[in-house]
């Protein structure tokens, strides 16, 4: 089986460390995976934003550099759900198959337990385009149930929309922060250390903010969390 | 009115779908079964409405009706059961009636302006409304119900007493319609 | 649509002040989830919910591109059944049509059973100007009716009022409201009640929306709860019922679909008090049936947009949606809020202003409201198509080329990447622009030294 990673253009740019951590959680589990340097930006952000014309030019392109794989991993429940929902309204063709981590990890190579370790109080935020378009259900869940060490407290109203959105945290940013108080209120009820998601634009927000209000909850992806071990953490 | 509007609408209509595929009707769900709906759960889902409710065999339903109105005075609609209730003298402070159909699912009574049901109006004014029901009545759903009802007749689908959640999304019973409804079911 | 919105902001400026509204945000909150658990409730009381919705979306796909058929079926057995069919192309004639019918009853008043129709096209302005008094029956709408205001929502207009609002504003302007109300919701009721009861019965005239048409029979359905529907439908001599083309239904049988869809959505019941089912004139009322246009025709020449015309009006999408919640009706500036009016107001009405521009960016596109909708109307897809559709500002069209531009070639994007990493001691806390509004409530991330890719041809290769 070809697997490619798609890193995504944030976590490209901003978040390196999820790449890093995807791909040594992917090599552990025997997974050798590719990086095509070709690749760029799903065309979310365009598309979204109202540009339909580079959004369909960026789909074009992903589609020509994954083109051959198997599988396309992205660390991004949003970017999956761009390809995978959003491209066949583009009318684009031959859509490479593109899944969400935890869908690689669950469906694709049958495993619920990475063999992961992180010793800490943990709360999941599943995301939208994880929940609804992509549909991942509880596998994040079931992930991070077998991280041994690791206490998951369920989080009040997970499915409601932490404010991101994409231009809307800035184009509507009242209502967006007003939406983020309401998560981060309940994050805090948790009682958790650590908030993860399975989407570091949605973490970009949360993180942000709980920066500024100086919470002391940080923000982790959850393939940095799966990537975590006894060696890594010690 | 114009005759014009009639043909530009009609014209603007038939110009936006132009060209667009047929779209086919999927019925993918429960239908119509034609059984009978289950007594207890009609009487059930009727209670969650807050509406009163007495199952009682069909012999008892005079003595159930005559108990539960006691001294007071019904309006009673043309070709109600006169061995079930008579009328009495006086200025009616409610109604009773029969009903077409009623729905267990939902706990609804349908009245469609049949003999014992009398006009809409009513059983709407009244501030208290006593409907008697009989079992082979009651169907299971809401594809049944629709199945046994004639269109052409005026119809009222009552599900417990007026109510409203209007303010605070909070259901008080009561508003215009009759604030209490009171349901007998008469089995056997 | 109705002018009284005419001149509102955008929608962000609107949402700005009602955030900070803890009133608002309170009645809200407390209301929306409510219904939202009751809803989720019945609704998974069917096992076959998700055929219902499959049927609700196939049936309304099938009416619309049949419609011209359907409506010409449904005039012919209306008329059949004695009532008047007449035909609107916009708000201004249905205004005419039913300000003549009424005047022609001789009458001055007129009573009202809530109508999302009639407040689109602005009936009671427009009959308060021929002289003829409206008198809105249903409760929330008397409540937005005494307090001079706008509905917040479809079904709940009053949503944005609580109880002890509501006491204040019967004690101040509901004639005959007695002394000692007291704000409990009974006690709120029975005074409506009591200060309705004479209109009614004395009423000679009644004007109400429907929920569906029937092609097949030329019946009318009108669900509701408070009783005052059936008061409307059945008292008064002469009844005229305007009713936007799209609520049309093929046949008789096709109720058995909505009668199970639209209650459990909308108040999250299994049935709602009262629907009321008639056609054509009945036990001896005049009957005149208005079908409007008013625009819908254009939605329904647009290939994505078009799946707005399925809506019935629930409300599910509203309940369910984040940023309803926190924003309010008000702030959409139109009779129909929430995600549905995000993508309807823009199409009856267009893009002109800023702020039907500003309505489909009214969204985090977080898809709660598809997932809720009982004829599953992709209101999120609908709401990227109309943004492709907006004009934008010049300044974030070249912000956007520019990001176009970049990720078009993977080594502009590297080269952008390592200039962002050398600078990134120099970003300041605070960005200026429109991007302030990142920053205003949130920190930046530090900006990594070394993108994943530079690493990957460092050392992630192997
Ligand atoms: S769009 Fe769907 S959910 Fe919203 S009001 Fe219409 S039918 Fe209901």
Known sequence: MRVALFITCVNDTLFPG????????????????????????CGQMHLNTGYRDEAVRLADRFTTTFAGYDAVVAPSGSCAAMVREQYPHLDIEDIPKVYDLSEFLVDVLGVTDVGAYFPHKVTYHPTCHSLRGLKVGDKPARLLENVRGLELVPLPGAEECCGFGGTFAVKNRDVSAAMCADKIGNVMKTGAEVLCAADNSCLLHLGGTLKRQKSGVRVLHLAEILASTEESAG | MSAAAREVILRRIRSAVEGAPEAEIVRGYRGATGERGDVELFAERVRDYKAIVHVVPRAEVAATLAEITGGRVLTVPAGFPSDMYAPSEGEPDGVVSTCAVAVAETGTIVLDAGPGQGTRAQTLVPDYHLCVVRDDQIVPNVPDAIARLDPTRPLTWISGPSATSDIELNRVEGVHGPRTLEVVIAIG | MSGVFVGMPAFPKNAAKAVQNSQLRFNLRKATHTIRGKRAAVVGELDDWAELRQAGKTIKDHTLRNLDRYLVQLEEKVTEAGGTVHWARDAAEANRIVTRLVKDTGETEVVKVKSMATQEIGLNEALAEEGIEAFETDLAELIVQLGDDFPSHILVPAIH????????????????????LTDEPRVLAEAARVYLRKRFLESKVAISGANFMIAETGTLVVLESEGNGRMCLTLPKTLISVVGIEKLLPTWQDLEVFLQLLPRSSTGERMNPYTSMWTGATEGQEFHLVLLDNGRTSVLADKVGRQALRCIRCSACLNVCPVYERAGGHAYGSVYPGPIGAIL????????????????????????????????????????DLRAKARHSRAEKAGMAAAGWVFNRSKRLAKAQRFGGRMRRLVPKRLPGPLSGWTDTRDLPEIPAESFRDWWIREGKR
């Open chain 3, 161 to 180: 009022r609580n109880r002890a609002e509501i006491r204040e504003l019967f004690l101040k302007k509901m004639a005959g409201a007695p002394k000692d």
């Open chain 1, 18 to 41: 999820t790449g890093k951590a995807a791909v040594g959680l992917l090599r552990r589990l025997g997974v050798e995976v590719d990086f095509p340097l070709a690749q760029t930006c």
């Open chain 3, 345 to 384: 107001t823009p199409q009856l009405r267009g893009m002109d202003t800023e702020l039907d521009r500003s309505l489909p960016y009214a969204s985090s596109l977080c898809g709660a409201c598809y997932e809720v909708c009982p004829v599953a109307i992709d209101i999120p897809s609908v709401l990227v």
